[in-house]
């Protein structure tokens, strides 16, 4: 049975921590996607465009990988629980 964890870190928080990298993640794929949609005929980005697609498009990444490792660490601590649980 998992028990109440006080200082748990909820999901928005997680979130906030993982703008940043989610932002820049998505700034360098869609700025590396647009060159490589020039050979069918797509004119490519400007890096600004792109800076500004990865500020945007970084808030719901943010949010789908914050989700993900709350998870990982409910997960964990779970499992953590459950040891504890077992050993004598």
């Known amino acids: 049975m998992a028990q109440h964890r006080d200082g748990r870190w909820p999901v928005w928080a997680v979130s906030l921590v993982m703008y940043p990298f989610a932002a820049g993640a998505a700034y360098v794929n869609l700025f590396f ?3 490589m949609l020039q050979a069918i005929g797509i004119e490519a980005i400007s890096t600004k465009q792109a800076i500004y697609g990865g500020i945007v498009l970084g808030i719901p990444f943010a949010w789908i990988s914050g989700r993900w490792i709350r ?3 409910d997960e964990a601590e ?3 629980d459950k040891d504890s649980e077992t050993r004598p």
């Open 71 to 73: 998870g990982l660490i």
């Open 78 to 80: 779970d499992a953590a």
């Open 33 to 35: 996607l647009f060159l």
